[in-house]
């Protein structure tokens, strides 16, 4: 019979300038356990209670994941003083999704580490790993290849350095960065690297409301894409 499942909110020790400890969600599936556990870090401007962050992370618990959300410390702050407030810089989210990465290690105890990330917290979880991060694979959501119509400002200098498999989820209309300019990015990934296109997604991967498809539905088969992924880079 299938357990309860559980949420727990905790804080983590970040040590930084502007806030000493940040928040962070752990969601336990309720029945059978995978062996992957998932580290999820939030986008630039979405909140790991946002709508999308939530969703996506009850999809994953839903295939058996768990699930750790945290926040860098810049969106702490935003969400302590209630305003926004800009990213900080790679240096100081590295150093928050390294201490997120330790607490997760400690209260998940999974065999696998799979460090994930929409936007933002993909680049991040990518910097990670290209400093030898102790995780297995990465699933990324919407990776910033570059900002918007500025294509000659590629971030993907690191992907010759990062070992671990990964599954690179975009959308067709992700103005951050085409599937087709990823896979010519890809060429230099030093790991095994999967691109999994999202036809007529955008950087959310919002489908145009003529494919009179919800959110909901996509975000359900990114979670089966990640599900099916995981089995077959660690067949049991």
Same mark, same amino acid.
Do not use: C
């Given at each position: 019979?299938?357990?309860?499942p559980?949420?727990?909110?905790f &804080?983590i020790?970040?040590?930084?300038?502007? %806030?000493?400890? %940040?928040?962070?969600? !752990?969601d336990?599936?309720?029945?059978e356990?995978?062996?992957?556990?998932i !580290?999820?870090?939030?986008?630039?401007?979405?909140?790991? +209670?946002?709508?999308?962050?939530? #969703?996506m992370?009850?999809?994953l618990?839903?295939?058996?994941?768990? %699930? =750790?959300r945290?926040?860098?410390a810049? =969106?702490?702050? #935003?969400?302590?003083?209630?305003?926004?407030?800009?990213?900080d810089?790679?240096? #100081?989210?590295?150093?928050?999704h390294?201490? $997120? !990465?330790e607490e997760?290690a400690r209260?998940?105890?999974a065999r696998r580490?799979?460090?994930?990330?929409?936007?933002?917290?993909?680049?991040?979880?990518?910097?990670?790993? #290209?400093k030898s991060?102790?995780?297995?694979g990465l699933? @990324?959501?919407?990776y910033?290849?570059?900002?918007?119509?500025?294509?000659?400002?590629?971030?993907? +200098?690191?992907?010759?350095?990062?070992?671990?498999?990964?599954?690179?989820l975009?959308g067709?209309?992700? +103005?951050?960065?085409?599937?087709? +300019? @990823?896979?010519?990015a890809?060429r230099?990934?030093a790991g095994?690297?999967?691109?999994?296109? %999202?036809?007529?997604?955008?950087h959310?991967? &919002?489908l145009?409301a003529s494919?009179?498809r /919800? !959110?909901?539905?996509? @975000?359900e088969e990114l979670?089966?894409?990640?599900? $099916?992924? &995981?089995?077959?880079?660690w /067949?049991?």
């Amino acid at each position: 019979m299938a357990g309860t499942p559980a949420s727990e909110r905790f &804080e983590i020790a970040v040590g930084s300038a502007s %806030v000493e400890r %940040v928040a962070a969600i !752990l969601d336990e599936p309720a029945g059978e356990r995978r062996e992957s556990a998932i !580290l999820f870090a939030h986008g630039a401007g979405v909140d790991i +209670e946002h709508p999308w962050m939530s #969703a996506m992370a009850a999809a994953l618990v839903r295939r058996g994941f768990a %699930v =750790m959300r945290f926040r860098y410390a810049y =969106m702490e702050r #935003a969400a302590r003083e209630s305003k926004p407030i800009p990213p900080d810089r790679a240096p #100081a989210l590295e150093d928050a999704h390294f201490a $997120a !990465l330790e607490e997760f290690a400690r209260r998940t105890n999974a065999r696998r580490r799979i460090l994930a990330g929409k936007s933002l917290g993909a680049r991040i979880s990518t910097h990670l790993a #290209a400093k030898s991060a102790a995780a297995h694979g990465l699933a @990324l959501f919407g990776y910033p290849l570059h900002p918007p119509r500025a294509p000659e400002k590629e971030r993907s +200098e690191h992907f010759a350095t990062i070992v671990q498999p990964a599954l690179f989820l975009q959308g067709t209309r992700d +103005e951050f960065g085409t599937p087709d +300019e @990823l896979r010519h990015a890809l060429r230099r990934f030093a790991g095994r690297a999967t691109l999994s296109i %999202v036809e007529g997604g955008d950087h959310s991967f &919002e489908l145009p409301a003529s494919a009179h498809r /919800p !959110l909901l539905a996509t @975000l359900e088969e990114l979670a089966a894409r990640v599900d $099916a992924w &995981e089995r077959e880079t660690w /067949p049991a």
